[in-house]
């Protein structure tokens, strides 16, 4: 089985290394040249536990071949897969398919002969059969079959997640195409189907669409339970122990029920603005959603003001330390992270912000305002620091003892917006300790 991926990002470059462990040849094409030279000088563009080793092992045993010429990677293929971006279109939220329309155009432009193109973006209601115009308007003589194959993998996790799904979404055509399109998918994913992985076999838009409905959910759930959070503080109750008492009602479950500073990342802003839109264009509105992004991104502020709150209300002529810029831990990811919206608020309110990131503060530098200093670990952002603030709940926050820290500032502020730390023993340290949702 011979498979082309277009896309070298976190979704391609994990599906194509996945794809080529369950013994396929994978071809992956990108259109940015730095990033082939970099993974065929064994480098790996991103961070993604895991994936170095199973890139190494698999370019070793050469099923993964990486490259810039598509005619090349879909030559023999037996499936194209398109794994490109789909960012929020500037203005309106609708998501942009800019990349996804050029890829398939220059599929199109390189067809040998018939193709099963399948989407693994994720793409908005009706992506898929615009998708198989453009490339039947560009080579009319072409036999197409197009189906779509969303990805629910999470950065951090994406290798477990691709290797053991809760479940696979296939859409497909109706008729002889999208028979030729089904039965091709099974084939690819038969290391999952032996272990009885659950498949979801639907229409083109169903598939399109769930999704969208399923990243929508999680991202319900997140503003959810950090509104519920609010609200244990101004009456005194504990948000973890609320969320457990909740979560544990199979119909509700236990994840995703974490307080924070507001979810970011590549897929769920993104994604509520783009489905809450083309609800809009249906005149089918999803009030919960746009309140879910309403809340979230109110949030985000909200968070700097009370990091401003807690240093007194002023900030002028204080240091406060971030650890984490990452919007969630074990990934170098920035995009849409709460740190964008978070430290450019303290540095206008007048502070020094020192931050430690331990992956992300190379893409952070080029995201982020100048002016903001860059420590070389935890301890060292802290170092004679007034305030604290938990950002990112890597694991190596988690370890670092609370009079040390003590030690380490100037001040006594703490604000742990991801909950790591035992509030107990950072008052018994001596800080002014405040956490999300909890007494
Ligand atoms: P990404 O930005 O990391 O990677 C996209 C890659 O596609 C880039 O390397 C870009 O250079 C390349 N590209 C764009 N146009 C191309 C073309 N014509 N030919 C070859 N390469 C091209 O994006 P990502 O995070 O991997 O996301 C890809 C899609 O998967 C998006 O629709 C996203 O919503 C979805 N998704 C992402 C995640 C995630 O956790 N990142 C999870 C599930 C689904």
Known sequence: MRIAMIGAGYVGLVSGACFAEFGMHVHVVDADPSKITALNAGRIPIYEPGLDRLVADNVKDGRLVFGTNLGAAMEGADAVFLAVGTPSRRGDGHADLSFVFAAAEQVARAATGPIVLVTKSTVPVGTGR?????????????????????????????????????????????????????????????????????????????????????????????????????LCENVGADVHDVARGVGLDGRIGRK????????????????????????????????????????????????????????????????????????????????????????????????????????????????????????????????????????????????????GLRRAMRGNVIEDLRNVYEPAAMRDAGFSYRSIGRP
């Open 130 to 230: 615009k998708v198989k115009e453009i490339v039947t308007r560009i080579r009319p003589e072409v036999e197409i079959a197009v189906a779509s194959n969303p990805e629910f993998l999470r950065e951090g996790n994406a290798i477990g997640d691709f290797m053991r799904p809760d479940r696979v979404v296939v859409g497909t055509e109706e008729g002889e195409a999208g028979e030729r399109a089904r039965e091709l998918l099974r084939r690819i994913y038969r290391p999952l189907f032996l272990m009885e992985t659950p498949i979801v076999n639907t229409s083109l838009e169903t598939a399109e669409l769930t999704k969208y409905a399923a990243n929508a959910f999680l991202a319900m759930k997140i503003s959810f339970i950090n509104e519920i959070a609010d």
């Open 256 to 403: 995703f029920l974490h307080p924070g500073p507001g979810y970011g990342g590549s897929c769920f802003p993104k994604d509520t603005l783009a489905v809450a839109q083309t609800a809009r264009d249906f005149n089918s509105p999803l009030l919960l959603i746009e309140a879910t992004i309403a809340i979230n991104d109110a949030r985000k502020g909200q968070m700097a003001d009370r990091i401003i709150a807690a240093c007194g209300g002023s900030l002028a002529g204080k240091t406060v330390a971030v650890l984490g810029l990452a919007f969630k831990p074990e990934t170098d990811d920035m995009r849409d992270a709460p740190s964008l919206v978070v430290l450019p608020k303290l540095l206008e309110a007048g502070a020094r912000v020192r931050a430690y990131d331990p992956v992300a503060m190379d893409h952070a530098r080029t995201m982020l305002p100048e002016g903001i200093e860059y420590a070389e670990g935890a301890m060292d952002a802290a170092q004679g620091a007034d305030a604290l603030v938990v950002l990112t709940e890597w694991n190596e926050f988690r370890a670092l003892s609370p009079a």
